[in-house]
């Protein structure tokens, strides 16, 4: 399978470079910052807007430091011309990227996206990329189509990926989420800066899809970065996802190093040092993306104290169950068949998910023996197949059984502790428009909107040009300006239907998964519970079988001057 035809949590496609003629001097804007004079240039695709590129948000540090918290960014007195360079952070090469793209491990940049408007004090949108924890980069999406009105300012970014952002060993120098305390370091120099571009720093919507959705919600739980913005969006990806956190990181680090030929996994001095000095053409050459268990590699952990800032110290599970984060206005939901994106594996998976369906099992349940384990799995099998083998005739099973393993199960069940802990700004959705463009899933003839179909309504055609929205169907453009709609209302007041839109009124969920938008054909509220059935099962499991996540333990020094596990 080529990986890049359909990466699970990207949902991108290449940058599209273009030729540019030399830009005028008119074609310029300079603006004094706190870091110094800035100069972005207007986009030659989108008039209304000029694009700071480049600009270094924080510093990454290098080597064998590499995995450490990201350093302050650097300050400049000449004025800093910011051109788009095309920096990533070191990944697997599932993206076929030109040959302009950089990868080097400082990558810790931001891209401003300012109207051409006199206004000041615009609401800010921090947008967090999606792959998965391990591919992507900030500008995979972009906003200019939902910047038309001139009435916010758009801020994307990088953030270390992969091992490089989420090894997570618990000591000093390793001690996690390396990428999640970029994130952090992204919204304080927003704070700091983004008045300068102008911005509101005080009216900040931090939204993300997929693994970015999850990253969402892990920096909204996270005291690191109380205060830090207003308003969230979540499109498709939670915190307490299978995939979104590491079950075990220790074990988890020990499992790669072995698969890279390093033996020595128990000496966790050795451990360290291994990562800490192998290549990162070592550290990137695994995509994490096929795995059985529904888990993406190295997604952030659960962090022992190590003296330094911690992103996370406890579970997500647990601080939701108590309530104990700052609740923040929600616009929150989902596509209404996720599992599409797992169909590239469908002809290798089925004949594997008959034989032993176990195999497929998500890895954050754990069970008293292997006999509890196989009979939860045919008991799971049956739900979503009765008694038919998998296969051309229940593809469409296949599909509802990943949508959830991923993504739906898992975000219904945070929205109940949400509400349940006393939050009551929570509006949720569930995106399902097709049109004849959209294929039919295989071996049906039905359509469905896959994974990151939300996002691709909202923003812009993976960085291309806005004269490519002319090639959709009237009822996807028609579909694209209601979605804008709902999420620019979401950004300039908290709420997706202010009282005197002219779309269906939209109240906050309850507990029971209701009301929520149907974003589909026809955009209606809808009153029943979503997806009733479905998470009423899982929940079930999940109450008696629900792995919690845990910390690296603490080390200790041995009389051989070797750090062992406790």
Known sequence: MKLWTCVLLLCAAAVCVTCEQPPSDEDWLELDTPQGPVRGRRDPDADHLYVFYNIPYATAPTKEDKFKPPQPAPVWKVPYDAINKHIVCPQPKIVPFPSLIIEQEDCLIATVYVPDTRKKNLPVLVYVHGGGFFAGYGDMFTAKQLQKNKDMILVTFNYRLGIHGFLCLGTEDVPGNAGMKDQVALLRWVQQNIASYGGNPDDVTLAGYSAGSAAVDLVMLSKSSEGLFNKVIFESGTSIATWAIQVDPLQNAKNQAKKMNFTNVDDIQALEKFYKIAPMSLLTSDTFFDRYDSTVGFPPCIERDTGSEAFLTESPLKILQKGSYKKLPMLYGFSNMEGISRLPNYEQWKHVMNEKFSEFLPADLTFKSDVERE???????????????????????????????????????????????????????????????TPVVSHTNIRGADHCAQSRAVMDSFNQSNSNEDFDSPEFRNMKKTMRQIWRNFVKTGKPVPEESSLPAWPAAGADRAPYMSLGQKVELRHEPLLETRFRFWDDIYQKYYLEPIPPPAAVASSGGQRQEL
Do not use: C, R
């Open 375 to 437: 009979e939860v799995a045919e008991k799971i099998k049956k739900f979503f197949f009765g008694d038919k083998p998998i296969g051309d005739d229940t593809v469409l099973s296949y599909v509802d059984y990943f949508s959830d393993v991923f993504f739906t199960h898992s975000m219904l069940w945070a929205l109940k502790l949400h509400v349940e802990g006393g939050h009551n700004q929570l509006y949720l959705y569930e995106y399902s428009f097709v049109d004849d463009d």
